[in-house]
């Protein structure tokens, strides 16, 4: 299987900054096809969860543009420009290039 | 509109057997893949195994094999996860959601999620 790990595995942040988080794999994410299936989700507290990036960098329909990803091959990133305390929640990477899919162990973002 | 619908909570005894639904409407069953996520209290996701309605094709995550079994019914739109004999260990919330290779991978649409508590 391959593994992700995220850092941090906890956040906290000031309302209106910036927050980073990074997910690492055990192995390259490109796929065969060229294509990289990294996704980000987040999970508010007693929801389900919520797709935020797919394919690195693509943002899912009405996330707001506050949210960015990048990276390439085992690094990525999620960012956030201007923390809204509707963030709150824990945030997964998640890899669908290889089966099993896997996901990171979670980032938890609380406001300072 | 695209919608998961799960079956309700459920309290099992260890070695009971149980079968949990996920119902989906708005879109055609057979062309997206429906995962199962495992969430146990106060952990994060773990990803159990996947099936393409279409032609039944199933995969499932190594630790999974043999624990559960997943399944799906063309005819009524809706995908099980299956326990023969669950155990304590099995507490935990469960999630379906839909994703397919052709939209990249999106796993666009989640279930509301289903609790399992399994006790003596």
């Known amino acids: 299987d391959i593994v992700m790990t995220q850092t941090p595995l906890s956040s906290p942040v000031t309302l209106g900054q910036p927050a980073s988080i990074s997910c690492r794999s055990s192995?390259?994410?490109?796929?065969?096809?060229?294509?990289?299936?990294l996704s980000w989700l987040q999970q508010r507290p007693g929801q389900p969860p919520r797709l935020l990036i797919y394919?690195?960098?693509n943002r899912f329909s009405g996330v707001p543009d506050r949210f960015s990803g990048s990276g390439a091959g085992t690094d990525f990133t999620l960012k956030i420009s201007r923390v809204e305390a509707e963030d709150v929640g824990v945030y997964y990477c998640m890899q669908a290039t290889q089966f099993p899919h896997t996901f990171g162990q979670g980032t938890k973002l609380e406001i300072k | 509109e695209v919608q998961l619908v799960q079956s309700g909570a459920e309290v099992k005894k260890p070695g009971e057997s149980l079968e949990i639904s996920c119902k989906i409407s708005?879109?055609?069953?057979?062309?997206?893949?429906i995962a199962w996520v495992r969430q146990m209290p106060g952990k994060g996701l773990e990803w159990m195994g996947i099936i393409y309605p279409g032609d039944s094709d199933t995969r499932y995550r190594p630790s999974f094999q043999g624990q559960v079994t997943i399944s799906a019914d063309k005819s009524i739109s809706t995908a099980y996860l299956q326990w023969s004999s669950l155990k304590a260990s099995d507490t935990a919330m469960y999630y379906c959601a839909r994703g397919s290779y052709s939209s990249s991978w999106q796993f666009d649409y989640w279930g509301q999620g289903t609790l399992v508590t399994v006790s003596s």
């Open positions: 708005g879109y055609s069953f057979t062309n997206y893949w």
């Open positions: 192995e390259s994410l490109v796929h065969s096809d060229g294509n990289t299936y």
């Open positions: 394919k690195i960098s």
